[in-house]
C-alpha cells in the first residue's frame, strides 16, 4: 500500500494525505488479500477485518460498534496482520496519464469528454504525477480551442461574404501568422501557472495546509478541456472544473475551492471593466 506519486508506505496513515508529499488516498484506493489487513475505526481505533474479495470491509460505510460513529472504510487507517501484505492501488490514473497504452489521439479525446462531462471522476483517478504531460494537453486544448474559432470566423465572413484582406507579402504574412501562434502559445502557458499559483497563494493566505503547486498547476492544465466552448461559457466553465479539481485531487474544501479560484478571475475582471466605467 504505497503513495502513488511517491511511493511512501501508507500503512497506518488515517489522515488520508501522503505525510511525506500530500497527495490524497483513500483506504479503498487498494486491493489487498482477503482478511490480511485490519481497518481502524478513526474516533476510537476499533478494528475491522477487510472481508470482501478486494479484502476491504463489506459495506464500506457502517456504525461503529464501539463508539457508534458513522464510520467510512475510505477514511480509515489500515494495519497490516502479517508480514508481507500489499495493497494493490485501483486508482488507475487519469486517461492522459494512461496515454502511452491507450494512444495518445483516443486518450485526447477522452480526455477531453472526461473533464467537460465528469470532471470529478476524472480527478479522482488521476495520480497527479505527471505535470509535465498535463501541461502539454492544456497547450494543445488551448490551440484546438484557437484553431476551432478561427474556422468559425473564416466560416462566418464566407458566409456573410466578407473577404477579409491581408495586406503585405506571403512570406511576411507566413511569419506573422507564426509569431501570433507562438505569443497564443506563450499567453496560454503564461495564463496556466499565473492562476495555478494565484489559487496557491489565496489557499496559503486561507491556511490551507499542504497545498501541492504541481497538482494545482495539473488542475488547470486539464480545465483546459472546455476553452472550446462558447465565450464567455467557457470562462465559467473553466473556474468551474477548476474547483471541482481542487476538490478532488488536492481534497481542498468547496468554499475554499471557490473563493481561490474565483480570486485571478475577478482581478483580472476588475482591472479590464472597472477602467472602462470610471
Ligand atoms: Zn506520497
Ligand atoms: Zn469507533
Given at each position: 500500500m504505497n503513495c502513488t506519486k511517491c511511493h511512501y508506505l501508507l500503512f497506518g496513515v488515517s489522515s488520508g494525505r501522503c505525510p511525506e508529499c500530500g497527495v490524497l488516498f483513500s483506504a479503498t484506493d487498494f486491493s489487498f488479500e482477503r482478511g490480511s489487513v485490519h481497518f481502524l475505526c478513526?474516533?476510537?481505533?476499533?478494528s475491522y477485518l477487510g472481508t470482501d474479495s478486494l479484502g476491504l470491509p463489506h459495506p464500506r460505510t457502517f456504525t461503529c460498534v464501539r463508539c457508534k460513529n458513522a464510520v467510512n472504510a475510505a477514511q480509515m487507517a489500515v494495519r497490516p496482520l502479517r508480514e508481507g501484505v500489499v495493497g494493490e492501488p485501483l486508482r488507475f490514473g487519469a486517461i492522459w496519464e494512461r496515454r502511452r497504452d491507450l494512444g495518445r489521439i483516443r486518450a485526447f479525446l477522452h480526455t477531453m469528454t472526461a473533464v467537460c462531462t465528469r470532471p470529478a471522476d476524472f480527478f479522482r483517478a488521476a495520480f497527479a504525477s505527471d505535470r509535465a504531460g498535463a501541461v502539454i494537453f492544456g497547450v494543445i486544448a488551448g490551440i484546438l480551442a484557437l484553431a476551432f474559432w478561427v474556422t468559425i470566423f473564416l466560416l462566418a465572413c464566407y458566409l456573410l461574404g466578407y473577404s477579409p484582406t491581408i495586406a503585405g507579402s506571403p512570406s511576411r504574412v507566413t511569419f506573422q501568422l507564426i509569431l501570433t501562434f507562438l505569443a497564443f502559445v506563450g499567453a496560454v502557458l503564461v495564463w496556466m501557472y499565473l492562476y495555478a499559483y494565484s489559487i496557491c497563494i489565496a489557499l496559503r493566505l486561507m491556511g490551507?495546509?499542504?497545498?501541492?503547486a504541481e497538482s494545482v498547476v495539473q488542475v488547470v492544465a486539464y480545465a483546459n478541456a472546455v476553452l472550446p466552448a462558447i465565450p464567455p461559457i467557457c470562462i465559467f466553465w473553466h473556474i468551474a472544473v477548476v474547483i471541482v479539481g481542487l476538490k478532488e485531487l488536492l481534497s481542498i474544501g468547496r468554499g475554499r475551492a471557490i473563493i481561490a479560484a474565483m480570486l485571478l478571475p475577478l482581478l483580472t475582471a476588475n482591472m479590464v471593466i472597472l477602467p472602462k466605467l470610471l
Open positions: 478513526h474516533h476510537c481505533q476499533q490551507q495546509p499542504g497545498v501541492d
